[in-house]
């Protein structure tokens, strides 16, 4: 399969590295220092994967004409220059592995519908001081047709994939994990960002995860009022939190090691 990655930080690094070393052809479009050292010293990785692969890396979109794939892995805020160079590029299919509910939005917006799906990748990685990325968890690459249902390219894609070492699944409710994961994410990187503590602290205190819970439930309020139902999905099981503040739940996750309710409150 000819695959297009865009952007070589931690996340497009690691798809890179696996995808290429796995026999797929690959191309990888960086900008800057990070696309210097990558063509000089190919992609190494650390980690639960430890390899070196060399791969193309490009500095021009505009080189780039075709692809079976284009995998955006970007930083959301730079969505919109990073895809402007990319409108004359002819695909079968974009995907893209950023958190947030309007990346398909601005994907069908250059490539058209037809030609995007959803995503969400439940992974992590770091790019290391001296240049190597370190993959710290593979957790599954959940890809799906938005409107539904498993076509037979999400098949194809997947298996290239799980080929390559990154552990994959054909959703058929692909919008359903992506708010799940977004709304999961949207209070805890708040509150990150706010008391710049560790996840597990912040989860722990009896306030910080109040707020932590009411902000989940209200931005849950705009899928509901979408029609977009939630899921449990690890390392926070959105649907089970959401409308019952009472029952009480253990994470299943080494963040949590006390009974939290579902509001998100420590219970001693």
Same mark, same amino acid.
């Given at each position: 399969?000819?695959?297009?990655?865009?952007?070589?930080?931690?996340?497009?690094?690691?798809?890179?590295?696996?995808?290429?070393?796995?026999?797929?052809?690959?191309? %990888?479009?960086?900008?800057?220092?990070?696309?210097?050292?990558?063509?000089?010293?190919?992609?190494?990785?650390?980690?639960?994967?430890?390899?070196?692969?060399?791969?193309?890396?490009?500095?021009?979109?505009?080189?780039?004409?075709?692809?079976?794939?284009?995998?955006?892995?970007?930083?959301?805020?730079?969505?919109?220059?990073?895809?402007?160079?990319?409108?004359?590029?002819?695909?079968?299919?974009?995907?893209?592995?950023?958190?947030?509910?309007?990346?398909?939005?601005?994907?069908?917006?250059?490539?058209?519908?037809?030609?995007?799906?959803?995503?969400?990748?439940?992974?992590?990685?770091?790019?290391?001081? &001296?240049?190597?990325?370190?993959?710290?968890?593979?957790?599954?690459?959940?890809?799906?047709?938005?409107?539904?249902?498993?076509?037979?390219?999400?098949?194809?894609?997947? /298996?290239?994939?799980?080929?390559?070492?990154?552990?994959?699944?054909?959703?058929?409710?692909?919008?359903?994990?992506?708010?799940?994961?977004?709304?999961?994410?949207?209070?805890?990187?708040?509150?990150?960002?706010?008391?710049?503590?560790?996840?597990?602290?912040? %989860?722990?205190?009896?306030?910080?995860?109040?707020?932590?819970?009411?902000?989940?439930?209200?931005?849950?309020?705009?899928? /509901?009022?979408?029609?977009?139902?939630?899921? &449990?999905?690890?390392?926070?099981?959105?649907?089970?939190?959401?409308?019952?503040?009472?029952?009480?739940?253990?994470?299943?996750?080494?963040?949590?090691?006390?009974?939290?309710?579902?509001?998100?409150?420590?219970?001693?």
């Amino acid at each position: 399969m000819k695959i297009a990655v865009l952007g070589a930080g931690a996340t497009g690094s690691i798809l890179a590295a696996h995808l290429k070393k796995s026999g797929e052809d690959v191309v %990888l479009m960086a900008r800057g220092r990070r696309a210097a050292f990558l063509q000089e010293h190919g992609i190494t990785v650390k980690g639960l994967s430890e390899f070196s692969v060399s791969c193309p890396v490009v500095t021009d979109p505009g080189s780039v004409e075709d692809a079976d794939l284009l995998l955006v892995t970007v930083k959301t805020y730079d969505t919109a220059s990073a895809l402007e160079g990319l409108h004359h590029m002819k695909l079968s299919a974009a995907i893209s592995v950023q958190n947030g509910v309007i990346k398909n939005d601005q994907l069908s917006a250059v490539f058209g519908r037809d030609k995007t799906l959803g995503g969400a990748f439940f992974s992590s990685g770091e790019v290391d001081a &001296d240049g190597s990325v370190r993959f710290t968890l593979n957790q599954c690459f959940y890809v799906g047709e938005p409107a539904g249902g498993i076509s037979r390219r999400v098949a194809e894609i997947v /298996k290239v994939l799980e080929k390559s070492g990154i552990k994959a699944q054909a959703s058929d409710s692909i919008q359903s994990i992506e708010w799940s994961k977004f709304i999961s994410w949207l209070g805890m990187m708040s509150l990150s960002v706010l008391t710049r503590m560790e996840t597990h602290k912040f %989860l722990s205190h009896p306030e910080t995860a109040l707020i932590c819970a009411r902000m989940m439930k209200e931005s849950a309020t705009v899928a /509901k009022h979408l029609g977009i139902e939630l899921e &449990d999905r690890p390392p926070f099981p959105i649907r089970s939190i959401l409308p019952t503040p009472t029952q009480m739940i253990r994470f299943n996750h080494p963040y949590f090691s006390e009974p939290v309710s579902k509001t998100g409150v420590v219970r001693k």
